[in-house]
């Protein structure tokens, strides 16, 4: 404990939105064997992929992943390159054989699913069900009203917009239609809570957020969908061949996936996913609740119902540039950092990954109150 | 100095051909410095692709690329994912517009230019401008034989065949069509001696033998290139999109460039890639000479002007199975590792990558010299 005291007093408090931090202890324990992993004399990064340390590695990361979310026998877990992004191509040209003449249908809410639609269109033909740009990405619209294609060969939606601050709620695929193949990009609040694998055919999400670092995109696939694959789908992205080959066709990122391995065990220790969605529930609730008592001063615009518990957007006097910049460089003297809006929205993103404890989201609202009293 | 000496007692000798061993001076700084990236209170895989704490390794990795390599400013260097054999699709559907309408030449010396070819056939018709396998890939028909075809989009080889090793001679683009645009996999042996890049129209190389760890792929493209991407071309390799947005379109697997950087910076300490030349020359003579001198002992079979400075191929008593499983056990106590032939060639492979010093090499042919004596 001490240690990790000791190392915390300079290490920032990272709210970052991605690549996101990693818990101490991880970075702490890759630190440790850098130079020899488990005994071997060798760097986990010098290992052969279809070496015994190597494979070792990679099983136990599937196993433990599999475990965490229990995933049962009809699913398969793969390890990707090219970020989650790189599937806005790669899912169409999986599941769609007809190309563009095949329909997808899109839950449009935020940045993400706006460009999985902007990227698919070249390689199906895009429905929005429903497309929020209009209400500036503030809300959803109720699934009653969504309007679904009657031949769609899946639908996509986006379980957290990381840049709007928009996360679905969870009941949201009991709102899909029951035979309709259900994809699902979770890349910025995957592991942050348990979730019923079952419900969706295709879950996908890029490791840098609470999964590991970037580098690294993790599919959990329906067997059955694995059919679809042809042939001339690009191997980087051909999910029948990497299932086939248990991700090792070609040389996987090997570091990335250790790094998302041990973070895995961390999560295991910390109690698993149930525990890690308790502290994620207080760590947002707690955030949430100050910005709204502030009386105004901060605000988060977003529909209570469909806030984030991962990435908190806000303003401070409904968009005062000047006091935000303030806030940004003050925060930074209290070693508070990476809480800068996405250039496309502005404002202020404060993101409550896995690894931000609630020390630190008590130290964010320490300061917010300071900065308050200062400026109001 | 001492410091690397202890480190080196618990390290093995690691010949393996990819994930190959990295310097130990690069994995100390990596250690050294990974909970804390100068001083910035995060670590590297904790830092956002657009801050300016990777915005200034993105940028100092390119431009020592483009230093070591004298590389101009007709072209341009990508940082990708996926591994160098998804561009074997990828490059087909960055080059050629009509799909399997157009022509590509290659020349196929081994495992991986023949990998090139099936994987490339949907994206382009092949035509096979020279065919080793009838030969065993032991050695390359003369340049004046090779058959192009009239129209090619471009032609493909691969400098280095990692699992048979043969490796190109570096006048190799001179003899190739002049108007043709040329493309050539330099996977492993990258960064491993001085290249004129102005022979060529695009190299690509996975990192993890001289130039980083797995995870990332190195492009060098000419900028006319560029133009004949069309919005279609997946965006893990659209070429277009990826240079004109610095590689940073979606997030890079930002720990694997700062690796490469680390390895660049490494290699110009070491005095640039004319002296990174001169060991491999060394380290390659003093092995085959010392295989050739075994009275048939050991054997490598490869046509000597072919022979792979990086991937020495050789066998015992012309394919005894038992001595070189003996071989590869007894090796291993001597902390002389990862030296098992590629499992679709048999027999034995020492890869002798920059991070492999003169000493290792003799202590390599010290022990195959022991060897020799007691099984002779």
Redesign the interface.
Known sequence: MTDINK?NE???N?F???????P?EV??E??KE???FQG????I?????R?KEFEGVINETKSNLKKLLSINDDYDVLFL???A??L???IP?NLCENGVEDTVDFIVTGSWSKQATA?GK??CKVNKVVDMEKEKFLTVTEPSQWKFSEDAKYVHYCDNETIHGIEMPITTPDHLPSNLIKVCDMSSNFLSKPIDVSKFDLIFA?A?KNAG????TIVIIKKSLLLKTK??V????NFLKKSQNNSLD???????IY?TGLILKWIINKGGLGEIEKLNIAKAHALYNYIDGSNGFYRCSIDKIYRSRMNVVFRIQDGNIELEEKFIKEAAKE?I??IKGHRSVGGLRVSLYNAITIDQTLILINFMTNFYNNNK
């Open positions: 190392i300079f290490r920032v990272n970052g939105a991605g690549p996101g931090c990693v101490t970075l702490l890759a630190q850098l130079l020899n071997c004399g060798k760097s990064m010098e290992v052969s992929h070496g390159q090219g970020g992004s790189s806005f191509a790669g040209m990227d070249y390689f890029g840098q670092i970037s580098g690294i042939p001339n690009p191997s980087v992205f070609n040389t996987p990122p090997t570091f990335n790094i070693n950092t990476d």
